[in-house]
C-alpha cells in the first residue's frame, strides 16, 4: 500500500525560505519520477517542478517559470524522500503544496511537469503562506 506523507509548509514573510518533503512508503521513489503542484486560492493547481526517476543516475528536472532559480527539487533515494527547497519566497508563493508520483516507472528522457493526469500518488497537501 502506497502511502506519502509530507510536512515542511507554514507561514514565512517574503524572501525567506522552506523545505518541503514528501516520504513515500510501498515501494522504491528511484524508479520513479517526482513532482511538485501548488493551488493558490481561487486558482487552478499546477506543476512547478519536477524530476525524472533515478534508473540511470542522471536525472533531469523541469521547472515552472515563477519559480527557476528560487526552488530546486530534490531526492533521497535511501530516504525514500523528495523535498523543495524554496528559496526567495514572494507572496504569490501562498498556495497550498503537493507532491506526486506516478504508478508507472521506469527511464523517462523528462517529466511531465503540466500534467496532472501523469501522476497517481499524491501527498496529503501542506499549506505555505507568504506574508510580512
Known amino acids: 500500500q502506497v502511502q506519502i506523507v509530507e510536512s515542511g509548509g507554514g507561514l514565512v514573510q517574503p524572501g525567506g525560505s522552506l523545505n518541503l518533503s514528501c516520504t513515500v512508503s510501498?515501494?522504491?521513489?528511484?524508479?520513479?519520477?517526482i513532482a511538485w503542484f501548488r493551488q493558490a486560492p481561487g486558482k487552478e493547481r499546477e506543476g512547478i517542478a519536477c524530476?525524472?526517476?533515478?534508473?540511470?543516475?542522471?536525472?533531469?528536472?523541469d521547472y515552472a517559470d515563477p519559480v527557476k532559480g528560487r526552488f530546486t527539487i530534490s531526492r533521497d533515494n535511501g530516504k525514500n524522500t523528495m523535498y523543495l527547497q524554496m528559496n526567495g519566497l514572494k507572496l504569490e508563493d501562498t498556495a497550498v503544496y503537493y507532491c506526486?508520483?506516478?504508478?508507472?516507472?521506469?527511464?523517462?528522457?523528462?517529466?511531465?511537469?503540466?500534467?496532472?493526469?501523469?501522476?497517481?500518488?499524491w501527498g496529503q497537501g501542506t499549506q505555505v503562506t507568504v506574508s510580512s
Open positions: 506526486a508520483i506516478p504508478a508507472l516507472g521506469g527511464v523517462q528522457a523528462m517529466c511531465a511537469l503540466h500534467s496532472e493526469s501523469e501522476y497517481d500518488y
Open positions: 510501498g515501494f522504491t521513489l528511484d524508479f520513479y519520477a
Open positions: 524530476m525524472t526517476s533515478s534508473i540511470r543516475n542522471a536525472e533531469v528536472t
